[in-house]
């Protein structure tokens, strides 16, 4: 996406980015290969797919809070998903033009998890009395980029932390993150040949000495075939805690996505081939085994 700084959506978006790159070291590692291989002249040439937030389902926060900022600059609400394990709730947002990403926004229904769980939740968060986006001028959007990083409630201690985790890797993940960008996407379709397919262009980031996320399989196919799906594992970083403790955790991750050209249009030359000709939306069988590429069973194997 070229960047427009006349344009409040260009310049949240390009903050959002620029911190998650800063603190995503596959997005680099990746992005300079392809560099260097000759795939890309630069990041600008990268199609990103889509990006993902982690709500928190409590009063004054999650999909309902998060979601006007974008709706506020021509995103349109699509598709309802629901992972019941999980204990989530999601929608994709379709962008208001070609050149900026789709949006996956999930949501931890907090009222499913135990009473243990409610309890720390609602303690970090009972001060919010106040949906924090109503307070925010959406045409400002250097304001709205600072929104995603500020602290919305105290950095938990490693004990609230730790019991979150045992629970709801989810949960655990948003109360330590906050909005933090949970991952972006890269267009693989939308790359020469030999790095255009999920398959080759799996084998170029494994060649990296990246880790894919091996859940349901490297590669996540929906039901129609159309929609496939790869993503790295979270890296893990030292986190400190409110209380001065430390351990690993999750970050953010890195994902891959193919979107193969719908029945009607097969027999579309290759060079007519547009966006509007491929497979659009999500699946929750994959959508379901992303997530995963911040838990703990694939961060530890």
């Given at each position: 996406?070229?960047?427009?700084?006349?344009?409040?959506?260009?310049?949240?978006?390009?903050?959002?980015?620029?911190?998650?790159?800063?603190?995503?070291?596959?997005?680099?590692?990746?992005?300079?290969?392809?560099?260097?291989?000759?795939?890309?002249?630069?990041?600008?040439?990268?199609?990103?797919?889509?990006?993902?937030?982690?709500?928190?389902?409590?009063?004054?926060?999650?999909?309902t809070?998060?979601?006007?900022i974008?709706?506020?600059?021509?995103?349109?609400?699509?598709?309802?998903?629901?992972?019941?394990?999980?204990?989530?709730?999601?929608?994709?947002?379709?962008?208001?033009?070609?050149?900026?990403?789709?949006?996956?926004?999930?949501?931890?229904?907090?009222?499913?998890?135990?009473?243990?769980?409610?309890?720390?939740?609602?303690?970090?968060?009972?001060?919010?009395?106040?949906?924090?986006?109503?307070?925010?001028?959406?045409?400002?959007?250097?304001?709205?980029?600072?929104?995603?990083?500020?602290?919305?409630?105290?950095?938990?201690?490693?004990?609230?932390?730790?019991?979150?985790?045992?629970?709801?890797?989810?949960?655990a993940?948003?109360?330590?993150?906050?909005?933090?960008l949970?991952?972006?996407?890269?267009?693989?379709?939308?790359?020469?040949?030999?790095?255009?397919?999920?398959?080759?262009?799996?084998?170029?980031?494994?060649?990296?000495?990246?880790?894919?996320?091996?859940?349901?399989?490297?590669?996540?196919?929906?039901?129609?075939?159309l929609?496939?799906?790869?993503?790295?594992?979270?890296?893990?970083?030292?986190?400190?805690?409110?209380?001065?403790?430390?351990?690993?955790?999750?970050?953010?991750?890195?994902?891959?996505?193919?979107?193969?050209?719908?029945?009607?249009?097969?027999?579309?030359?290759?060079?007519?081939?547009?966006?509007?000709?491929?497979?659009?939306?999500?699946?929750?069988?994959?959508?379901?085994?992303?997530?995963?590429?911040?838990y703990?069973?694939?961060?530890?194997?």
């Amino acid at each position: 996406m070229n960047f427009n700084k006349n344009k409040p959506l260009d310049v949240f978006l390009n903050i959002l980015f620029e911190r998650y790159r800063d603190q995503v070291p596959a997005v680099k590692k990746i992005t300079n290969a392809l560099v260097e291989r000759g795939v890309i002249a630069s990041q600008n040439e990268i199609i990103n797919d889509h990006i993902a937030f982690r709500t928190m389902g409590v009063p004054n926060l999650g999909i309902t809070s998060f979601e006007k900022i974008f709706l506020h600059h021509g995103y349109q609400k699509r598709d309802y998903y629901h992972f019941e394990s999980k204990k989530l709730n999601a929608y994709w947002y379709s962008p208001p033009s070609a050149e900026y990403p789709r949006i996956f926004m999930s949501e931890l229904i907090v009222d499913q998890l135990s009473d243990r769980a409610q309890s720390i939740i609602q303690r970090y968060t009972k001060h919010i009395g106040k949906d924090p986006v109503d307070l925010l001028d959406l045409g400002d959007g250097k304001a709205i980029g600072e929104f995603f990083h500020q602290s919305l409630w105290e950095l938990p201690n490693k004990k609230d932390y730790q019991d979150l985790l045992e629970e709801s890797e989810y949960a655990a993940w948003v109360i330590f993150n906050r909005y933090y960008l949970n991952h972006y996407t890269i267009s693989v379709h939308d790359l020469k040949e030999g790095y255009n397919t999920l398959e080759s262009f799996n084998e170029f980031v494994e060649s990296l000495g990246l880790k894919l996320n091996a859940e349901g399989g490297k590669i996540k196919v929906s039901p129609d075939g159309l929609l496939r799906q790869s993503s790295t594992v979270a890296q893990m970083h030292l986190a400190g805690f409110s209380d001065g403790e430390t351990m690993p955790i999750a970050g953010s991750y890195v994902e891959f996505s193919e979107r193969l050209v719908l029945p009607e249009f097969r027999d579309l030359p290759a060079l007519s081939i547009k966006p509007e000709h491929r497979r659009e939306g999500f699946e929750t069988g994959n959508a379901d085994k992303i997530f995963e590429s911040t838990y703990i069973r694939q961060t530890e194997s």
